[in-house]
């Protein structure tokens, strides 16, 4: 079963982003535009809900944020469910860690998913992903990293997305405003 989300990212420029939007347009194939809405919740794992322009979903990353590769578990709802997803987790007892708004470009670039991002209080990102096996990932994980090396773009140190996290954690509300 694929079920490890093997994933690279790279802060990139304003000039990055529109460039790279306008490349992946005329070279994969476009899958959307979207707004996105997620909240991290204050818990053990990486649990979240997120609502984006087709559905609502619930989702628990297994590892460390930021991990290259972890497992991954999705459930997703009505996009109209997400506020009662928020009602049932905070009824549960957990807190709202964070809020995260973002405009998404989706692409399928050969057998890679590739997201060009903008987060408003956090910056602009692009992320390579791709679905495998425990067994696969390490080749997954060079696959991914030749796909970036080919859009010239400099892998970002887990450690410095680490750093903007926590500063961004830490600051959200008034990042997002």
């Known amino acids: 079963m694929k079920n490890i989300e093997c994933e690279i990212r790279s802060f990139i420029t304003k000039n990055q982003y529109d460039s790279l939007i306008r490349k992946l347009k005329k070279e994969a194939r476009f899958l959307g535009e979207d707004e996105q809405t997620t909240y991290y919740f204050d818990c053990e794992q990486d649990l979240r809900i997120q609502k984006n322009s087709k559905f609502s979903k619930i989702w628990l990353k297994k590892g460390e944020i930021h991990d290259e590769n972890r497992e991954e578990i999705e459930v997703r709802t009505d996009k109209n469910d997400f506020e009662k997803l928020e009602h049932i987790f905070l009824a549960l007892g957990y807190k709202i860690e ?64 680490n750093k903007k996290y926590l500063y961004y954690k ?7 405003k």
């Open 98 to 161: 964070i809020k995260w708004f973002r405009k998404r470009h989706s692409f399928k670039w050969g057998g890679t998913s590739v997201a060009v991002d903008f987060t408003k209080g956090y910056g602009y990102i692009i992320e390579l992903e791709k679905m495998t096996t425990e067994k696969q990932k390490t080749k997954a994980l060079a696959y991914l990293r030749d796909k970036l090396s080919e859009l010239k773009i400099p892998l970002t140190p887990k450690e410095e997305f």
């Open 170 to 176: 830490k600051n959200w509300r008034k990042l997002i």
